[in-house]
Every structure is written in structure tokens, then in C-alpha cells.
């Protein structure tokens, strides 16, 4: 919490004489009932303030009747930020009222709604004011007030909240508080327990931004591979929330109204992470958390997340730590100021950015040390393909987009006994095994390598790139290249295209490369025929049903000897 008086007035303080602010700060010292909205003193006393200012007077309540904030605005102005309110669960609500003054004779405007359902307020009172239009009423109740309304949350699918009539400043007094309270909460509960939440899980909601530059096809390729990453790392995708903008917002990517959007679906979900389907900057990811007020990772993070889970042996749980480990060091910056508000301001700011260059140093050294046993890694598999190389046994690297496919072929041809599962980035440590085919020129029996790889996809994220780049290196020290496709996906030509911009990207031009389209069982004439225009040499194979193997081992076999041929081209021929 930070260091600051109880008596702070929040919002457009501006133009108001110190009398108007003493005004407002006694406000704090008044006490509710438990069991009442408010009292007919306290509500008209705040009422002749808005009215001698001229401006709209929002008044946060507890449930013990102590006052906690105040504010001049309205009460989207004025509201409390998401990182300060009370910890609550979607079965319960803020335990925070809000009385709010307006000028206007009219029911809460969405604005004020959408605040109430972002702070999960227990309710939200509109006390509209006599003004230009109206004969104020002297005495009693109604002095300042002409009218007043009660909104509140609601558990219900397709209605976010509920508005009573106008109701007397009287009638509103009278209301019970408490009933009010414990029946909404009680109905949440229900609608909580129905939902049958898996604890184990999160629960997502994804966020597409459609930008000019990308096309309408590949912006639902995206959307729809990010919620199954998601689906990938374990979580639960409640919804998908989209925007179409001409470029990103440079502080939350999507606009102001679109994160109140995505917050608001949140609340009325349950959601406890939001997922977007690009990399975010640091200082985007800081500003979302604080504005919508739950978890928020981007694109990169679910990958990291996933190859996590995946890594089985002792290098690839290594080269995942780095990759993860380079992510997080530039997203430290601000947790300074975070330690900062945890320890209590004045005097302990010092200790808390210290504490945040030690966790950097010592992430930095970690990264060195890995980056060492990376390099060591990469060295020890070199000496293994030279080995393979001084027996002049040709290698093939297997590559493709994640869940193409490349390990279950691996295990028909070669009986590799490789995990497989219909799942995005199923396997990452390679594996190597040998596969008779016949010698393209003797037909006599001859062998090669087969080495299955980390699947490969659209903009495969740097800290992964740079942390396995000993695995990649199978794939530019191979002899050739055998390119898996899933034919059955939607996207597979965006897919195809994607792994050769990444196989473009490397260091060392990759070896030729022959293209098999995998899953042809699933698939119709008509997208077959059009894989065949487009691809005349490449070959078509099902590996789940052993599909077009002995086509693919002659296949492998020219592969093979094109590329030991001396002179023979190192380019991509689509063969």
C-alpha cells in the first residue's frame, strides 16, 4: 500500500476551493449501517456537494459502513483500479458499494455499468440531482435529490446487470442491503459451482488483433492456432475476443474500449488469463495487467509454457530453461516498483530495486552458464555427425510444422517408438535412427539417418530460435531434408511457407529438400489435386495408414543421391 493520507480525493480536483476539498475529505469520517445502501443524511450530504461544485461525486463504501474512497467524476473516472480492489473469485462480488451524484434525469449510462462490473461492485447507486429543468424540493428527503436508481451484477449468461426503476431517496433507504448482497451471492455461487471449474486448468481468454497488413485468412489461422497452443499448455478457452485496428495500440495493442471489453469478459467468465495471439512488449503486458487486473501472456509465453512440459531429456529441459530465462530478463524492468508498493513506500523503495538487480545479475549469469552448456551440447552432437559423416552414412532431417505429423512417420519407417499425440509440439528432443531404402542406382539395400526435429511454426519465437539452435543444427548439417506437410490442415500453404522462411533464416543453406504431404486420408480430391498443381514432385503419404511408404523410401533414395552428387545444388527443388 502505498504511503499516503486516508483522506486523498481522487479524480478532477481541479478549479475546487480548499473549502470543497475539506468538504469531500470529511465524507471519510461518516458511518453506514451494515444492512443499509445509505442513509438519507449521508446521501444528501453528498448530493449539496456535487451540487455547490458542479460536478459529478462518487463515494466507495465497505461492508462495514466505512467510506474508503471519494472521488469528483464519474464513476468510470473515478473508479478503483483492478490491482487495488479486494481478491475475489467470480462466485463473489467486491464487497465495495458506490454511491454516484449526476445531473442528469436519466438511468446509469454503460459507462458507469461497465465500472460497476469491472470492480464487481456490490451495487451502484445513482442519486440524480434537482438542476436546470427541475424545481428543487426543500426540505426532507428529497432536498438536492429528485430522483434516484439502483443498479446491480447479475448471474446470468446474457445480461451483465440490472437497473431498477427511478426509485424515491425514501424507497432506496428502506431497501435491505444485506438480503440485496447475500441473494446475489448466493446465486453466483450456484452459477460458479455449475460451471464444473477445473482447478488444474486456466481459464483463457484469447485476443486477436486484426491489423491492415495481415489478411483476413491469416489473422483466423492465427486466432485459431493461438487457442490451440492454448489448449496445447493445458488451459481452458472460454472465449475469443477480436479487434481490427491499422496498427497495434503502442500501450495495450488493442484500444482503450476493447481492454474495458476484455476485462468485463473476464468478470462475467471467470477468466483468470488472457492470451493474445502476438508478442507483447514488457511495458504493454505491465499496462494490461494493471488495467484489466488478471495474468496476461502473450504468443511466445504459451510456447515456452508447452516446450516446458515437453522436454524429456536433460538437453532439451536445457535448452528450454535458456529460452525462458532470456524471455523473462527484459520483463523484470518495473518489478522494482512493484517490491516498492509492497514494502510501504518512503524508505523502502531502496531495498526492493536492489532486490530486483540481484534477481537480474543472477538470471544473467545463469543465462551465461546455460549458453556455455549449449555450446558444449552443440560441439558434442558435431562430433556425432562427424562420426556419421567419416562412416558416410547420409543423414535426412525430418521437418515440418508442429503436428504434421513427423514423428509418427518416423515410428512406421524406423520403429522408433517416438511420443506422438495430436498436439502441438508433441516431442522436441530429436531422434535419430536408421532406415533401410535401396540405393538409387543398384536398387541393392542401403541405409541413411532419419532424425526427427522440433516442429517448426509461423514466426517461430527468437529466445527459441537462439536456445535450440544445437537441435537446428540437425537440419543445416544434414545431407537433405525431408519436408512433412499435414495436408488436412486449412492452413498447410501458409504452413509450407512458413517452415522454408524459417529454413531461409539459418546460418547454413539447408540441404534439398523433398516434400511429402502427410494425412491424405483425411483430406478431399479437391484439395488433393490442388497440392498435386502446386507440387508436381512432391509425394503424398498417410503415416497413421502406411500410406505411400515405398514411394517415399525410392523418394528418399534420389533425394540421397542428388545431394551426394559432387556440384549437386544445396538449394530448395521441389522433388
Not at 451494515?34 to 448530493?47: I, K, S, V
Not at 489448449?231 to 495500440?249: F, M
Request: include cysteine.
Amino acid at each position: 500500500m502505498r504511503f499516503e493520507s486516508i483522506e486523498t480525493i481522487y479524480g478532477h480536483l481541479q478549479g475546487l476551493k480548499s473549502s470543497q476539498i475539506k468538504q469531500l475529505q470529511r465524507l471519510y469520517h461518516q458511518k453506514l449501517p451494515g444492512d443499509r445502501l445509505t442513509t438519507p443524511e449521508f446521501a444528501q450530504r453528498l448530493a449539496a456537494i456535487g451540487t455547490e461544485i458542479g460536478q459529478p461525486v462518487c463515494a466507495y463504501i465497505n461492508r462495514r459502513g466505512q467510506v474508503i474512497r471519494v472521488g469528483v467524476g464519474t464513476p468510470r473516472q473515478t473508479q478503483i483500479p483492478p490491482l487495488e480492489l479486494p481478491r475475489y473469485g467470480a462466485e463473489r462480488l467486491s464487497g465495495i458499494r458506490c454511491l454516484a451524484t449526476q445531473m442528469k434525469p436519466e438511468p446509469p449510462q454503460e459507462a458507469a455499468l461497465t465500472a460497476m462490473a469491472l470492480q464487481r461492485l456490490d451495487a451502484l447507486v445513482m442519486l440524480n440531482l434537482t438542476g436546470e429543468g427541475f424545481e428543487r424540493r426543500g426540505g426532507g428527503a428529497t432536498g438536492y435529490i429528485k430522483e434516484t436508481y439502483l443498479a446491480h451484477l447479475v448471474p446470468h449468461p446474457e445480461v451483465n446487470w440490472s437497473v431498477s426503476p427511478a426509485l424515491s431517496l425514501d424507497d432506496l433507504t428502506e431497501l435491505d442491503f444485506i438480503e440485496l448482497v447475500e441473494g446475489l451471492e448466493t446465486e453466483f455461487q450456484r452459477e460458479f459451482i455449475a460451471r464444473e471449474v477445473d482447478a488444474d486448468r486456466d481459464r483463457v481468454l484469447i485476443v486477436g488483433l486484426k491489423i491492415d497488413s495481415i489478411s483476413a485468412q491469416r489473422f483466423e489461422d492465427g486466432l485459431a492456432e493461438i487457442a490451440r497452443l492454448v489448449e496445447t499448455a493445458g488451459g481452458e478457452v472460454l472465449q475469443a475476443i477480436k479487434q481490427k485496428r491499422s496498427r497495434p495500440h503502442p500501450q495495450t495493442v488493442v484500444g482503450e474500449g476493447k481492454v474495458q471489453e476484455i476485462a468485463l469478459a473476464a468478470q462475467k467468465l471467470g477468466a483468470n488469463l488472457i492470451v493474445f495471439d502476438r508478442d507483447l512488449s514488457p511495458s504493454q503486458t505491465r499496462n494490461l495487467e494493471t488495467q484489466i487486473g488478471i495474468r496476461v501472456v502473450d504468443r511466445t509465453e504459451v510456447i515456452l509454457d508447452i516446450f516446458a512440459q515437453r522436454a524429456r531429456s536433460s538437453a532439451g529441459k536445457l535448452q528450454v530453461e535458456l529460452a525462458q530465462l532470456e524471455y523473462m530478463l527484459p520483463r523484470l524492468t518495473g518489478r522494482g516498483r512493484a517490491m516498492s508498493r509492497l514494502g510501504g513506500g518512503i524508505g523502502t523503495r531502496g531495498p526492493g530495486e536492489t532486490k530486483l538487480e540481484t534477481e537480474r545479475r543472477a538470471i544473467q549469469r545463469r543465462i551465461s552458464r546455460l549458453q556455455q552448456e549449449v555450446d558444449q551440447l552443440q560441439a558434442h552432437r558435431s562430433r556425432l555427425r562427424q562420426q556419421r559423416q567419416h562412416r558416410e552414412v547420409p543423414s535426412v532431417a525430418v521437418v515440418g510444422y508442429t503436428n504434421a505429423g513427423k514423428s509418427t512417420l518416423l515410428n512406421v519407417l524406423t520403429n522408433a517408438e517416438v511420443y506422438t499425440a495430436d498436439q502441438l509440439f508433441a516431442t522436441l528432443d530429436p531422434t535419430t535412427r536408421r532406415l533401410a531404402i535401396p540405393d538409387a542406382v543398384t536398387g541393392e539395400p542401403s541405409a541413411i539417418l532419419l532424425t526427427d526435429t522440433v516442429g517448426f511454426i509461423h514466426e517461430l519465437p527468437p529466445p527459441l530460435m537462439d536456445a535450440f539452435r544445437a537441435t537446428l543444427e540437425e537440419v543445416t548439417e544434414a545431407d537433405a531434408l525431408l519436408h512433412v506437410v499435414d495436408l488436412s490442415h486449412p492452413a498447410w500453404q501458409s504452413q509450407i511457407r512458413s517452415v522454408m522462411s524459417i529454413l531461409s533464416e539459418m546460418p547454413v543453406t539447408p540441404g534439398p529438400a523433398l516434400i511429402a504431404f502427410n494425412k491424405i486420408d483425411r483430406v478431399d480430391g479437391d484439395t488433393l489435386q490442388l497440392a498435386k498443381e502446386e507440387f508436381p514432385q512432391a509425394i503424398f503419404i498417410s503415416a497413421s495408414d502406411r500410406l505411400g511408404l515405398e514411394t517415399l523410401r525410392s523418394k528418399l533414395a534420389q533425394l540421397v543421391n542428388y545431394a551426394l552428387t559432387p556440384g549437386g545444388s544445396r538449394s530448395w527443388f521441389k522433388n
